[in-house]
């Protein structure tokens, strides 16, 4: 039987843990946030308000509603916060061990019969679920960058996960506003699963010469009605965000075909991760995104 979800945790409050919290908090749900930074927090919130405030000036939404919902959502310092949540979902760094600890320390602090969600673009909800004290209460929620705009949420059940666990996170997705793509446990699941190797294969693209920056992003904006060109669309995922998803297509399906590009693992060997560093295959430091290459 399918559970109620009234309240959400959310470890990891970045891009996309600020994202779920502002569409969860629009649905009516009290949110509380984690994150290991305590200033990834307070820019959370403020990141949150200022996108809901968008929203009311472009008529999207209604003032009053923002207040509410801005009402609804506070911050944690530790796990222990977490406690009376119904549903905690996972969205810190795309790093195995990072999670894997995530949900060593997370699971003692909540009650028997919360739910435990990843965020993870690409890593095995199986084996993550085995570093939890309830793998079959574990499930992968995967949304969409940016949440609040994008209409797909993919959910994919580990080896264990009960019916309960996949109707109940079915039926939370749906209250939403989002539909839903089921997709079984293989690495980067589905849209990632295409998605990335296009990009990486940008990066290939410019890596050997055949076009600069621009030229691969107007001949994928033009040529292909994307729109925007990958390497615009690597920089707003975080490039270090692609090389872990490419990484783990090419441990988990052992085919050369997912090799992550050279030019990849040197951006980010730099720092360059992209607009939340101010520069990836584009420079954003100044008024208008200068190409990088
Ligand atoms: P991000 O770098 O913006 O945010 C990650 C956050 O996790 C940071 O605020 C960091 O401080 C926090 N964090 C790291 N270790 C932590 C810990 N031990 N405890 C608590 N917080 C910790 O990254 P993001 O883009 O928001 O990605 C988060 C997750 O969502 C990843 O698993 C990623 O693969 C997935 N995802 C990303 C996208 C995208 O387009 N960026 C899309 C879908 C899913």
Wanted: glycine share 8%.
């Amino acid at each position: 039987m399918a559970q109620t979800i009234r309240k959400i945790g959310i470890v990891g409050a970045g891009q996309m843990g600020n994202g779920i919290a502002h569409v969860c908090s629009l649905a009516g749900m009290p949110v509380v946030m984690h994150d290991a930074s305590a200033d990834r927090m307070k820019a959370a919130l403020a990141t949150i308000s200022g996108n809901m405030a968008r929203d009311v000036s472009r008529q999207r939404l209604k003032d009053e509603d923002r207040q509410t919902a801005l009402k609804r959502i506070s911050t944690v310092d530790s796990f222990e916060g977490l406690s009376d949540c119904d549903l905690v979902i996972e969205a810190a760094t795309e790093k195995e061990e990072v999670k894997r600890k995530i949900f060593t320390d997370l699971c003692p602090a909540l009650k028997p019969e919360a739910l435990v969600a990843t965020n993870t673009s690409s890593i095995s909800i199986t084996r993550l679920a085995a570093s939890t004290d309830r793998p079959e209460k574990f499930i992968g929620i995967h949304f969409m960058n940016p949440v609040p705009r994008m209409e797909l949420v993919e959910v994919i059940r580990g080896i264990a996960t009960n019916d309960a666990t996949f109707e109940t996170s079915k039926a939370f997705v749906l209250k939403l506003g989002k539909r839903i793509a089921v997709s079984e446990d293989f690495p980067a699941f589905i849209v990632n699963r295409i998605l990335l190797p296009m990009i990486n294969e940008a990066i290939y693209t410019l890596y050997e010469g055949v076009g600069n920056v621009e030229a691969i992003d107007t001949a994928m904006r033009l040529g292909a009605h994307h729109p925007m060109g990958p390497l615009e669309l690597a920089d707003f995922i975080g490039l270090d965000t692609c090389l872990s998803v490419m990484q783990v297509l090419h441990e988990g399906l052992a085919d050369s075909k997912y090799r992550p590009c050279p030019l990849l693992v040197k951006y980010v060997e730099a720092g360059w991760l992209g607009r939340k560093a101010q520069r990836g295959f584009y420079d954003y430091r100044g008024e208008k995104p200068v190409p990088t290459r």
